[in-house]
């Protein structure tokens, strides 16, 4: 069925209402992923093709796990361990954290969505 | 592109891009959704691909009739060398994942010929370099290779973090190059060898001694699966080729920027032939010389930082090398002179018999060179290959010369940082002023060269998504 020209407005005009409410907020945990990290790391749990180690399953992960990557000293002899306020502090400063790291990495995130980025990561299975 | 987004992203993305698509079934425009790119090259194409795939409409502007700018594969040659970037370092996630996601093959390069030097007028082999009389360095240095001089400021490099270089406790640092090397110990034959091919400076000089420390300091940082460096199999242009054909809206070719105003609700920028683009924001993102040559509502003080940026020259002549002229005589193949020709790249054709030679002239000595014609340019430089290897003369031809200085769409190969500069002048480039957002290359923190294009245009990206949301 070709839609007739009031229902195709009526259709933009929603999708017009709907995108402007959307617009309106603040890019998200999943977005601010995708821009900022996603490729230097995947979010499934092997390593791959990709610069940085995957980060699925990430909360209360040791640092430096996972086989095959190959990981810097530093990191691997961290002793950290992946929660929302190790890795707030990673982001937002990975070399003060733990000198010596190989992600190099300066972080363009504003502190609020630092957090709202880390909340979701650490929500990805 | 490189990202599935989940059925939520999904959903934001389609109603955004059908909001895009429907300007005339209502009569509300497309209010906060629309971004002009100006610059094709992998920072104004990677910002592109990003705000696209989060449902916004994109409308990227390029001068030339190519997309990727300072990556120019010369398709033309036998060989495909490149007259722009060519090496992607093992860390470059951004650029390795992009050519991944768009199937552009990449290799380790295949290695360029040993190298053999010509200092002061004499031709010294590798092998005799340490003893060489022509070797102008003092005993402990001697056995340094002129290349790797530089690489001694590692010995106490006091740059602990990728930040460090702005840090104000570290800035006396930021003082000529050849000063500075000198207060270090570094003997008056060292600095001159590394002048003659300083790639992050147009002399020593005008060269911070902190961006020598910056450029060494990088080299430590490697990790991850891949520790050699890359190419693209089919010659680096194809990834900036491959992003561009992602895009739904098709690059404007041929359309040089020619001014950006803002209005109150967004921006128009005007191009060469005289068609407006209006926008709600726009993306800056070419090399700061060609930046220059628009006009731009921005404070009088970024202009002037903008205005005090130099760029770092080089002349490239692209030659074919039908036979290896140099075997006989025990040569490499390649050189590193401290005289006109700067360092000579020479490195097989993968499945042929033949060899491309790159003669690469750096800094001031491009000077002269820059204000001849082509013709003329290309013939100084030859005459002084010939007188180098006189071997070379029957066997070689040329395929392209390469002056990125004399283009007016780039002003030279790469932002340089002068003595004073480092402290301050980084931050100020970027700084988004209104609706008027910077990427390329310069305005990176972690990465230089391509990998630095590609971080800028996440950042821009980034800071466009928060502005008008
Ligand atoms: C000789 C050479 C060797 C290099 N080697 C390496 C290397 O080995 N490894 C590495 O990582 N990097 C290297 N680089 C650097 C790397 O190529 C650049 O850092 C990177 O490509 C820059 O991308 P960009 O998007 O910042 O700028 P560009 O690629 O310069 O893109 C800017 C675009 O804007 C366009 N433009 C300019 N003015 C206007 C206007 N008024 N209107 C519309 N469009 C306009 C230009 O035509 C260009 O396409 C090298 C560069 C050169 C020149």
Redesign the pocket.
């Known amino acids: 069925m070709i839609p007739g020209r009031q229902t195709r407005c009526w259709l933009a005009m929603s999708a017009c209402l709907l995108a402007a409410a959307t617009r309106a907020a603040p890019p998200s945990g999943e977005q601010l992923y995708d821009i900022a990290c996603l490729s230097c790391h995947s979010l499934g749990d092997a390593a791959d093709h990709r610069v940085g180690p995957p980060l699925g399953g990430l909360l209360n992960r040791k640092a430096a796990m996972v086989k095959d990557y190959r990981y810097s000293e530093a990191l691997s002899a961290s002793g950290w361990s992946w929660t929302l306020p190790t890795l707030l502090a990673w982001l937002s400063d990975p070399d003060t954290a733990i000198p010596n790291n190989a992600m190099n990495y300066v972080n363009p995130l504003t502190a609020g969505e630092t957090q709202r980025l880390g909340e979701w990561l650490l929500q990805q299975p | 592109m490189a990202y599935t987004p989940s059925r939520r992203g999904l959903l934001q993305a389609a109603i955004a891009t059908s909001f895009a698509g429907v300007g005339n079934g209502c009569d509300i425009a497309a209010p906060g959704r629309k971004v002009v790119v ?7 194409l990677n910002a592109a691909l990003i705000l696209e795939r989060w449902g916004f409409e994109v409308e990227v ?4 009739e190519r ?5 120019w594969t010369l398709d033309h040659m036998p060989g495909s060398p490149e ?7 093992a860390n470059y996630g951004r650029v390795i994942h992009t050519a991944h996601e768009l199937s552009v093959p990449l290799r380790n390069p295949p290695q360029a010929l040993p190298s053999d030097y010509a200092v002061g007028g004499e031709r010294i082999l590798r092998q005799h370099w340490a003893t060489s009389d022509a070797n102008p360095l003092p005993e402990a240095w001697r056995s340094t290779p002129p290349g790797r001089l530089i690489a001694k400021l590692n010995a106490d490099n006091p740059l602990l973090s990728t930040r460090a270089w702005h840090e104000a406790k570290l800035m006396a640092a930021d003082q000529p190059a050849d000063e500075g090397l000198k207060a270090l110990g570094f003997p008056d034959a060292a600095i001159r060898l590394i002048n003659a091919n300083n790639s992050y400076g147009n002399n020593l000089s005008e060269t911070s001694l902190m961006a020598l420390y910056r450029i060494m300091g990088e080299f430590g940082r490697l990790s991850g699966p891949a520790l050699a460096v890359k190419e693209a199999v089919a010659g680096n242009m194809r990834l900036p080729e491959a992003m561009a054909s992602r895009l739904r809206r098709r690059v404007a070719l041929g ?3 020619m001014s950006i105003n803002t209005l109150s609700s967004g921006v128009q920028a005007t191009l060469a032939s005289g068609q407006t683009v209006e926008a709600d924001a726009a993306i800056l ?3 700061i010389p ?1 930046l220059r ?2 006009i731009l509502d921005l404070p009088p003080s970024q202009l002037a930082v903008l205005d005090d940026v130099d760029y770092h020259k ?1 002349v ?1 002549l692209h030659c074919v090398v039908d036979e290896p002229f140099w075997e006989a005589a025990g040569w490499g193949g390649s050189w590193w002179t401290d005289g006109l020709l700067g360092r000579i790249f020479t490195r097989p054709i993968p499945g042929s018999n033949r060899y491309n030679m790159t003669i690469w002239i750096n800094g001031d000595d491009c000077d002269p060179l820059n204000a001849l014609d082509d013709a003329a340019c290309t013939d100084a430089i030859l005459q002084a290959l010939w007188q180098l290897v006189p071997g070379a003369k029957d066997v070689t031809s040329v395929g392209q010369l390469v002056r ?1 200085s004399n283009d007016p ?2 002003g030279g ?2 932002a340089l940082w002068r003595p004073g500069q480092a402290g301050q002048a980084h931050g100020a480039i970027r700084a988004a002023a209104g609706r008027l957002f910077f990427a ?2 310069h305005t990176a923190e972690a990465y ?6 590609m971080e ?1 245009g996440e950042r821009a990206a980034l800071e466009v998504m928060r502005s008008l949301s």
């Not at chain 2, 502007?61 to 030339?64: G, H, L, T, Y």
């Not at chain 2, 230089?448 to 294009?453: I, T």
């Open positions: 100006v610059g094709a090259g992998l920072s104004g502007i390029e001068a030339k997309v990727g700018g300072r990556v007259g722009g970037g060519n090496v992607m370092g359309e040089p920027v993102a070419l090399p060609a040559q628009i080089i490239q990125w769409f780039a190969s790469w390329g290359e230089r060269g391509m990998e630095a294009a800028s």
